[in-house]
């Protein structure tokens, strides 16, 4: 499975837009680029996900690169409930029940 | 439509006792998995369940460890005689029949702690 890396962590100001990015230099044709939070002592909520054409979606937009080695998730306005940890996943069609989790970037947005 | 729901929310046990985890799908999930999430760690695959049937039990302890998605009723993940390095939080998720590459939504988890 190709693995991603992130920052481990960021801030952003309440209000302001929080990218929060994400490389898979070694994703394949076939491979998804999901991206996953989870606000502290709750399960993980599905945010969005995309191939190579770029998404939007009420709580988020997801930019990839033309080559797709690297995305973007992008929340517009953060605010204080976005406070969590972010995980970029890439998820292969003929595998793709499996969820294989990273450490993901912990995003702190201030007030 | 309620989300996914497990239960106990935190369970407790004693070294050598059994540990029985429910989950119930969203309504109309078929297939369950399980994943297992260390104290500052990422979640880990467990198991795929479709009904009475185990699809991938493949990041499954081979000892003491098994679940179940029966007929009727919800899943169950059980751990026999837990020891300390099983202290975790659980996490269940549901999909619904169809495209391969479908969301898992996440229930709430249950945290086990071993005494």
């Known amino acids: 499975d190709a693995k991603t890396t992130q920052p481990t962590s960021m801030d952003c100001a309440e209000g302001r837009a929080a990218n929060l990015p994400c490389n898979h230099s070694?994703?394949?044709?076939?491979?998804?680029v999901y991206w996953y939070r989870q606000i502290h002592s709750q399960g993980p909520q599905y945010i969005i996900h995309?191939?190579?054409n770029n998404e939007t979606n009420e709580m988020a937009s997801l930019i990839i690169t033309e080559d797709r080695k690297s995305s973007t998730l992008i929340l517009p306005h953060a605010t204080l409930r976005d406070t969590a940890v972010y995980y970029c996943?890439?998820?292969?069609?003929?595998?793709?029940?499996?969820?294989?989790f990273g450490s993901g970037t912990r995003l702190l947005v201030r007030p | 439509n309620a989300g996914v729901m497990q239960n106990p929310r935190h369970l407790v046990r004693r070294r050598g006792q059994e540990a029985r985890l429910r989950c119930s799908p969203m309504?109309?999930?078929?297939?369950v998995y399980w994943y297992r999430q260390l104290p500052e760690e990422g979640l880990k695959f467990m198991v795929y369940?479709?009904?009475?049937?185990?699809?991938?039990e493949s990041g499954m302890p081979k000892e003491r460890f098994s679940a179940e998605f029966p007929k009727e009723g919800p899943s169950i993940l059980r751990i026999q005689q837990v020891v300390r390095g099983d202290s975790a939080a659980y996490f269940c998720?549901?999909?619904?029949?169809?495209?391969?590459?479908?969301?898992?939504?996440f229930g709430p988890g249950t945290r086990l702690t071993v005494l």
């Open positions: 998720a549901s999909s619904p029949e169809g495209l391969a590459y479908n969301e898992q939504f």
């Open positions: 070694t994703i394949s044709g076939n491979e998804y």
């Open positions: 995309g191939l190579k």
């Open positions: 996943i890439v998820r292969p069609m003929d595998s793709s029940y499996k969820l294989i």
């Open positions: 309504k109309g999930h078929s297939h």
């Open positions: 369940l479709q009904k009475e049937n185990i699809i991938d």
